[in-house]
């Protein structure tokens, strides 16, 4: 494995990476895949946005950074850096599309590996309602799959692939390479004296955290000292702060903000429970996370990766609904028992993912694209 990528240029298209302020789970997978290349032995560009205070051009532990453009012009000057080979020589191609791809496609005859985390098909008109909406999810659910039809993917869990093959994604080259679970890291917090909750995320609509705030509203009456804390920043932040101050008593909300790493999982370790009442996630990076800090998640079945990410009565719990989300956080938050259940279960089950095993098989997949080779969704989780 580590023969067949030594000296191979490696591309990554991403909007962003993870320094970007509204960088995610969504980029630490892709910068981990890309130090798994790294380490064996081959050569990493990321090209990515540009944003205020980054360099146009760095080098990262091995990981070679181009930022270009913006939000939306980061697709047309990612295919001319392709097409007019500013990157140097490339040997594959990973076209990372979240809800719309960097049509590499057209601009190279060089194996392109597709990584999805989700389909956007209920995110498109709840961040983008209207013609741009439909215009988006026309070219996510018509274009890509017609212009990708010869290539490989990468979906992160079972349910994004079978998003995948609904958009006529067919035949045996979709492979599933899960996120992993960083090392528990050990910091001097212990669980809160008061009941705790957090939402760990980017502010953005469809993250739904007003559902964690409307869940706090109803049960901070009989939990009065309960607190959640929401860790994170984005563009929606001004709304959430608008809407906790009009439906809950002050301090029953607090606003992290973007925090270190360190105070994170802190945050992570006081908290009794952690709320994901998002309305998609590919797998939900921050549930693994958690659990390492021994706090299950409660979250929607209906989010997709979620289903994978969590093992429902296990390691977390799943819901159907805002009122099954409420439910849920006050059932444990009575029950000490159950939730000590739950946390080790959640440890359990986080422990078997790690990033090595992710890394290993995003590179058997990368390696087979490179001899022409599709691989399955079993060839790569095996």
């Given at each position: 494995?580590?023969?067949?990528?030594?000296?191979?240029?490696?591309a990554f298209f991403?909007?962003?990476?993870?320094r970007?302020p509204?960088?995610g789970?969504?980029e630490r997978?892709?910068?981990k895949?890309?130090?798994?290349?790294?380490a064996?032995g081959?050569?990493?560009?990321?090209?990515?946005?540009?944003y205020?205070?980054?360099?146009?051009?760095?080098?990262?532990?091995?990981v070679?950074?181009?930022?270009?453009?913006?939000k939306l012009?980061?697709?047309?000057?990612?295919?001319w850096?392709?097409?007019?080979?500013?990157?140097?020589?490339?040997d594959v191609?990973?076209?990372?599309?979240?809800?719309l791809?960097?049509?590499?496609a057209l601009?190279?005859?060089?194996?392109?590996?597709?990584l999805v985390?989700?389909v956007h098909?209920?995110?498109?008109?709840v961040?983008?309602?209207?013609?741009t909406?439909?215009?988006?999810?026309?070219?996510e659910?018509?274009v890509a799959?017609?212009l990708?039809?010869?290539q490989?993917?990468?979906?992160?869990?079972r349910?994004?692939r079978?998003?995948?093959r609904?958009?006529?994604?067919?035949g045996?080259?979709i492979?599933?390479?899960h996120?992993?679970t960083?090392p528990?890291?050990?910091v001097?917090?212990r669980?809160?004296?008061?009941?705790?909750?957090?939402?760990?995320?980017?502010?953005?609509?469809?993250?739904?955290?007003?559902?964690?705030?409307?869940?706090?509203a109803t049960?901070?009456?009989e939990?009065?000292?309960?607190?959640?804390?929401?860790?994170?920043?984005?563009?929606?932040?001004?709304e959430?702060h608008?809407y906790a101050?009009?439906?809950v008593?002050?301090?029953s909300?607090?606003?992290?903000?973007h925090v270190?790493e360190?105070?994170?999982?802190?945050?992570?370790?006081?908290s009794w429970?952690?709320?994901?009442p998002?309305?998609?996630?590919?797998?939900?990076?921050?549930?693994g996370?958690?659990?390492?800090?021994?706090?299950?998640t409660i979250?929607y079945?209906?989010?997709?990766?979620t289903?994978?990410?969590?093992?429902?009565?296990?390691s977390?719990?799943?819901?159907?609904?805002?009122?099954?989300?409420?439910?849920?956080?006050?059932?444990?938050?009575?029950?000490?028992?159950?939730?000590?259940?739950?946390?080790?279960?959640?440890?359990?089950?986080?422990?078997?993912?790690?990033?090595?095993?992710?890394?290993a098989?995003?590179?058997?997949?990368?390696?087979s694209?490179?001899?022409g080779?599709l691989?399955?969704?079993?060839?790569?989780?095996?």
């Amino acid at each position: 494995m580590t023969d067949a990528l030594a000296g191979r240029h490696v591309a990554f298209f991403s909007w962003r990476d993870t320094r970007n302020p509204e960088g995610g789970g969504a980029e630490r997978y892709l910068e981990k895949m890309a130090a798994g290349m790294v380490a064996r032995g081959a050569r990493v560009t990321i090209f990515c946005a540009a944003y205020a205070g980054a360099a146009p051009d760095e080098t990262v532990d091995g990981v070679r950074f181009v930022r270009r453009g913006s939000k939306l012009s980061v697709y047309l000057l990612g295919m001319w850096a392709l097409l007019r080979r500013q990157l140097g020589r490339v040997d594959v191609v990973v076209d990372v599309q979240n809800g719309l791809p960097f049509f590499t496609a057209l601009v190279t005859r060089k194996p392109i590996v597709v990584l999805v985390h989700h389909v956007h098909r209920e995110q498109w008109p709840v961040v983008y309602p209207g013609l741009t909406g439909r215009v988006g999810w026309w070219i996510e659910s018509r274009v890509a799959p017609r212009l990708y039809r010869r290539q490989q993917y990468v979906a992160v869990s079972r349910a994004t692939r079978a998003e995948l093959r609904e958009l006529g994604v067919t035949g045996p080259r979709i492979a599933v390479v899960h996120n992993g679970t960083d090392p528990v890291v050990r910091v001097e917090a212990r669980k809160s004296a008061h009941p705790s909750i957090c939402v760990v995320g980017r502010l953005v609509p469809h993250k739904q955290v007003e559902h964690a705030i409307d869940a706090v509203a109803t049960l901070v009456t009989e939990f009065p000292d309960l607190r959640l804390r929401v860790v994170g920043s984005g563009w929606w932040e001004g709304e959430l702060h608008t809407y906790a101050a009009e439906q809950v008593a002050r301090g029953s909300v607090v606003f992290e903000g973007h925090v270190t790493e360190l105070r994170k999982q802190e945050i992570y370790e006081e908290s009794w429970l952690m709320a994901l009442p998002s309305l998609k996630e590919g797998w939900g990076l921050v549930v693994g996370e958690a659990a390492a800090h021994r706090t299950p998640t409660i979250a929607y079945a209906h989010a997709g990766g979620t289903r994978e990410s969590i093992v429902d009565g296990v390691s977390g719990v799943l819901v159907g609904s805002p009122g099954e989300l409420t439910a849920a956080l006050g059932r444990l938050l009575r029950d000490d028992e159950g939730r000590a259940r739950l946390a080790e279960g959640a440890v359990q089950h986080s422990a078997g993912y790690t990033w090595e095993h992710a890394q290993a098989a995003f590179a058997h997949v990368v390696v087979s694209a490179l001899g022409g080779e599709l691989v399955n969704d079993q060839d790569a989780t095996d």
